[in-house]
C-alpha cells in the first residue's frame, strides 16, 4: 500500500471517533453506537478512495506543493473532506445494492446481506450520508467557504441521484426493453450518476480550500472533469465486456443484467435489422449462452475499434482543453493532466 494511501487510511479511525461521541452525546445507548461504528467501517474504507485522495493531490498541486510535505493539520483538514466523498459513496453503494440485489461488495457481502442487516441498511445508508454534514460543521463551520462545501455536496448529492433515477427507469434488472436505450440517454446517466461525484467534486473542494474558487475557474474544471468522467465510464463498459477477469479483478456482467452501457448502446446505433433482433432477443437474460449471441453481433460490428476510435478522439479533445486553460487566477492545468494521466488507456 502507498504511503500516500495509507496515511488517509490512518485519519479515519478519529472520524469514526468523532462521530460516535456526537451519537453519545445525544443519549444513544451503547449497541445502537457500537452498530453505527459497524456501519461506518464496513462500508467505507474498503475500495480504492481514489476519490478521497484526490481532495489531497489536487490541493498539493495548486500549492505547488506536494501532499507528503503538508502539514499535519492541513493534511488532517484535507483528509476529512476526501473522507466524506468516500461516505458519500458508501451510501450510494449501500443503497445501490439493494436496489440491484447485488450479492458482493468490495470482496464483502453486501451491507444488506450481512446477517441481522436487513432492511436496516436504508437507515444505515441515510445515516452514512448525514455523517457528512456532522463532520463539516464540526471542522468548517467558522470558514468562509463553508456553505459552498455544503452546497456542493448537496448539489452533487442531487445529480448522481438523477442519473442513478433515469438509469434505474431506462434498465430495470428484470424489464428488458431495448427501445429506451440511447447514446444521448447513456450520456446522460454516467455523467450524472459517476462524473460529477467522481470527477468533479474531489477537485472543487480543493479549490474551495485553496482559494481558487472564482466562477471561471470552477467552470474551468468542470469543463474538462465531466467529459473526462464520462470517458471513465465508457472505458468501464468497455472493459466489463473486453476486459479480461484478471485485468477488472471480476466477471463482466453488464451484458446479463441488461446494463444501459456504451457498448450496447453503440450496437444499437450500428446493428442491422437482423442483428437487432438478435439483441432484443438475447440482451439481459442470464445465461452465458445469451450472452455469448450479443458479443458475436458486437464482434460483427467492430464495437472494439469503436471504442478505440472514441478513446483517440477524447483524448485528444480533452488535451486540447486542459492545454487551453488560463492559470492567470491560480487553477493549474496539472491538476486536470493528473486526473487524465490516471485513466488513459487503462487496463483495469
Known sequence: MSDNKSRFLAEFPQLVSELKDSLANYGMPQEAIDWYERNLNYNTPG??????LSVVDTFAILKGTTASELPQAQYSQLALLGWCIELLQAYFLVADDMMDRSITRRGQPCWYRVEGVNEIAINDAFMLEAAIYKLLKRHFRSEPYY???VELFH???FQTELGQLLDLITAPEDKVDLSKFSLDKHSFIVIFKTAYYSFYLPVALAMYVAGVSDSKDLK???DVLIPLGEYFQIQDDYLDCYGTPEQIG???TDIQDNKCSWIINKALQLASPEQRKILDENYGKKGT??????????????????????EDQVAQQIKTQISQVDESRGFKQAVLTAFFNKIYKRSK
Do not use: M, S, W
Request: a negative charge.
Open 47 to 52: 475500495g480504492k478512495l481514489n476519490r478521497g
Open 289 to 310: 449462452q445469451y450472452e455469448e449471441k450479443c458479443k458475436e453481433v458486437f464482434n460483427e460490428l467492430n464495437i472494439q475499434k469503436h471504442y478505440l476510435e472514441y
Open 250 to 252: 471480476k466477471i463482466g
Open 220 to 222: 474551468q474544471a468542470q
Open 147 to 149: 456553505i459552498d462545501l
Open 155 to 157: 448539489e452533487v448529492t
